[in-house]
């Protein structure tokens, strides 16, 4: 941001009134339509349409315990009111009564437990997969690393590195020019990966604590410094999948979102030979914007010297 | 507020007493400083309000208006500390001192000069907070959840912030001590535990759950603030320290915590609805149990807000099994609500308006709890406005609904006088629909994938956080109307009776309205 603190107080006149001339420039261009307006994204994994499915059922049953228990309230209100003659009654307390609703709701609990469980064991599975990349949150970027891990696809990717970071301009995020589509939500990289494959992320942070969350791949795992943390997605669909970071991170929080491309197999590998090629060719490394923090430390040690 | 003009009439002990400003300061008095405690969680109030305004303002559109996004931080930041520790808290303990003499018979509380003390370390602590504002760096910016590394960056704005949240956790592990001795040794005679009102019965659990985590919350923050300065390291992994043991610690004040924000407004909720459905509570004893419950599994479900930290499966699985059981006691309770309501003989003024409106939009806050704590569907929406959405049902439509409802129900007592019914249900319907239209679309920006704690956001997030941002102004300018409605309450009015709601039982309605400077000097005898 390269607004000072010395014109603040006419910056938040001007800023007023840009806005108000933003609004009317938005609900012209308001021809974005979005993935999910009102709901969880539409899912592109098993585990995110479990959750998807998990969180409409919770939903429904919700729903029908709130409609039965403010249907009882509000016909109380409705027909037992002093303004239309109603009689107090007297009782003030029913043992039978208060079991049955311990008891009863003890029982939905489970119900909903059962699902919720299997799904929380398949996610923390991250066995076997067919590629590992890691993932490691600085202020305010990604980096990442194509690991050689274990499985088919170990080799193909194995030493791809790279930084990404928002590409969105400075001046649409002023006002100052109009917003892209995927304002805020693109980046310079784009984290490639294959469809079908069993994808383990490893998580973690060069300063402070970030999270790498992609809604539609069904999966958000904070990235803490000093620590490897996992997760995993098997997508199904290819395509471009957005997310953002979710762990409050200090001042650019907002604006490091996390992009990923979903390829067929073949151009997976189409990808990867080239990004390697030019790796190896001695093509610098894929630097961060300029006047970025050079990366230290833990994670930057790991990045190289495996 | 102000029931105090009857102090030369309502005692003679033979010596002078302070007039003017030194009244208050010296005050020990448990109306007296009922009545600060109430004015100054309200200041604070509107102190938060303020910030809240402000960054509901910077997220009216998308893009940067208004404030730099470090700015933004500091205000959601803060925001959440001044609600939480400066308006919220001291709000139930001003009730607490108002009302737990007066309901169960005591002269006054049980360590009157401590009382004292208590309510004035607020005032400084609140400056503390205020004027980190204006140090170098700006205030406290990591979230009011203080997570290191980040916490460990802030400029000193976050060591007053520390030493404020010192200041406060000291003023309420004393106001607990304080409410714990007062309640188990000076009851009224006949005044068994189990006649206790609800309220005094809330309290007395929430008191223990005070002084159970206010020191665990002490001994984390001490540890940011050694690691910010004197090189330890707890919180640093490359000095051995790990950066989640904070939250381990945290939380396991945070979530009590919460329960110490909500048990105290179910007990002002379980006297206001009895009073004007003319009923009997219905199932007292369950109540009892019930709040119980409810404080003891809280220290058993910490780790419900840091799912995504990779805990091992097992842990995920306990922590949501024990989260998920927390709906079974809050479950009776709002089944013994509508059960008290149900064929009594009801009328609506204002403070049974904010009860029913409590129930309602508190049980919807309730039911996104539910959601949360199902593991797999947290971590997608950890860290989201749904999340936001979620506490606010809970701490504004629940916590803060509860308050209005019981200075409504109180205020003939505090004041003498009846409050202007008309405007206090003007109050009530505007904030249930404002509150609604700023936070029930919350959810579903949180779904849509709306991180929360962000100074600017996509596109496709533009519409909702327009009428979120405009509900928040109305919400906001709708609490002047309820402080006027209280002014206009203090300066007159008609006058109100000993007993001035039809149904109301307790012994708080046996003394005079308003409430004489001493009540209780000989104790009355409980049936």
């Not at chain 1, 420039?25 to 308001?30: D, E, K």
């Not at chain 1, 383990?200 to 999966?219: E, F, K, Q, S």
């Not at chain 1, 669909?237 to 409050?248: H, I, M, P, S």
């Not at chain 2, 001003?94 to 003499?101: D, E, I, K, R, Y």
């Amino acid at each position: 941001m390269n607004r000072t603190a010395r014109s603040r107080a006419p910056s938040i006149l001007a800023g007023i009134a840009a806005s108000l001339a933003a609004s009317l420039a938005l609900a012209q261009g308001a021809a974005y339509e979005p993935a999910s307006k009102y709901n969880l994204q539409p899912p592109v994994t098993e585990i995110a349409t479990r959750i998807y499915d998990l969180n409409t059922l919770i939903l429904v049953i919700c729903g029908i315990i709130f409609v039965a228990v403010f249907g009882a309230m509000f016909y109380a209100i409705y027909a037992h009111r002093k303004s239309v003659g109603h009689q107090p009654a007297q009782f003030h307390e029913n043992t039978t009564v208060e079991i049955v609703w311990t008891v009863v709701p003890f029982l939905i609990l489970i119900l909903m437990a059962w699902p919720a469980t299997k799904t929380v064991i398949a996610m923390k599975d991250t066995s076997a997969p067919d590629l590992t990349i890691k993932a490691t949150g600085f202020q305010w970027k990604w980096g990442y690393d194509y690991l050689r891990g274990e499985g088919d696809l170990r080799e193909v990717a194995d030493g791809i590195s790279f930084y990404s970071t928002l590409s969105t301009t400075l001046e649409e995020r002023t006002n100052a020019r109009a917003k892209d589509a995927d304002y805020l939500l693109d980046v310079d990289n784009v984290l490639v990966v294959p469809v079908g494959k069993k994808v383990r992320i490893l998580t973690t942070a060069n300063d402070v604590l970030h999270a790498w969350w992609v809604p539609a791949l069904g999966v958000k795992q904070d990235a803490i410094p000093g620590f490897v943390r996992d997760t995993w997605f098997r997508a199904e669909k290819v395509g471009v999948y957005r997310g953002q970071c979710a762990e409050l991170c200090g001042k650019e929080h907002g604006f490091m979102p996390i992009v990923v491309e979903v390829k067929s197999l073949e151009d997976f590998r189409a990808w990867a030979a080239e990004r390697r090629k030019a790796t190896t060719a001695g093509a610098p490394a894929p630097s961060a914007a300029a006047g970025a923090p050079v990366p230290q430390t833990v994670a930057a040690s790991a990045r190289t010297g495996n | 507020m102000q029931a105090t003009h009857d102090h030369a009439a309502g005692h003679d002990h033979g010596h002078a007493h302070p007039t003017g400003i030194m009244r208050w300061i010296t005050t020990t008095n448990h109306k007296d400083i009922g009545t600060m405690y109430l004015w100054f969680s309200f200041v604070m109030f509107l102190v938060g309000g303020v910030l809240a305004l402000l960054l509901r303002t910077e997220l009216f559109q998308p893009g940067m208006q208004v404030v730099e996004p470090e700015v933004f931080n500091q205000l959601t930041t803060m925001h959440g500390v001044i609600m939480v520790f400066g308006a919220i808290m001291p709000a139930f303990v001003g009730f607490a001192n108002w009302m737990l003499p007066l309901q169960i018979g005591a002269p006054d509380m049980a360590f009157a000069r401590m009382n004292n003390w208590s309510f004035w370390l607020l005032p400084p602590a609140a400056a503390l907070l205020v004027i980190s504002f204006f140090v170098p760096g700006g205030a406290a910016a990591g979230g009011w959840t203080l997570y290191p590394p980040l916490s460990i960056q802030m400029g000193p704005g976050m060591d007053l912030a520390i030493f404020a949240l010192h200041i406060l956790g000291a003023s309420s592990i004393m106001g607990s001590i304080n409410i714990v001795t007062t309640i188990l040794n000076m009851r009224a005679p006949g005044m068994t535990l189990m006649k206790m009102p609800l309220f005094a019965w809330t309290w007395l659990i929430t008191a223990y759950l005070l002084i159970a985590v206010m020191p665990v919350l002490a001994g984390a923050i001490t540890m940011v603030l050694t690691d910010r300065h004197f090189d330890t390291h707890f919180f640093n992994a490359a000095g051995g320290g790990d950066p989640v043991l904070f939250q381990h610690i945290f939380w396991f004040f945070g979530h009590p915590e919460v329960y110490i924000m909500i048990l105290p407004a179910f007990g002002i909720v379980s006297e206001i609805i009895p009073a004007f459905a003319r009923k009997q509570l219905f199932g007292y004893t369950s109540m009892v149990y019930a709040t119980a419950s409810i404080a003891i599994l809280s220290f058993i479900v910490w780790a419900h807000h840091m799912f995504t930290v990779g805990m091992p499966a097992t842990a995920q699985l306990f922590f949501m099994f024990a989260t998920m059981l927390i709906a079974v006691p809050t479950g009776v309770k709002v089944f013994n609500w509508v059960a008290t309501m149900w064929r009594g003989s009801m009328t609506f003024e204002t403070p049974m308006l904010f009860a029913c409106g409590f129930i309602f939009v508190f049980t919807m806050g309730g039911f996104t709890g539910l959601i949360l704590a199902i593991t797999p569907i947290d971590i997608q929406l950890h860290d989201t406005y749904f999340v936001v959405a979620h506490f606010h049902y809970v701490l504004v439509a629940g916590s803060l609904f509860a308050l209005f409802a019981g200075t409504y129900y109180w205020l003939p007592k505090w004041t003498g006088h009846m409050y202007d019914e008309t405007l206090g249900k003007l109050h009530f319907w505007l904030s249930v629909i404002f509150f609604n239209v700023t936070f029930f679309v919350q959810h579903f920006l949180g779904l849509a994938g709306m991180p929360r704690r962000v100074p600017d956001y996509a596109l496709q997030f533009a519409d909702f956080n327009m009428i979120s941002t405009i509900g928040a102004f109305g919400f906001g300018l709708t609490q002047l109307l309820f402080l006027y409605v209280v002014v206009k309450c203090i300066r007159g009015g008609a006058k109100a009776a000993d007993c001035p709601w039809e149904g109301a039982r307790g012994l708080e309605w046996t003394v005079p309205s308003p409430a004489p400077y001493h009540t209780f000097e000989t104790p009355p005898v409980v049936r």
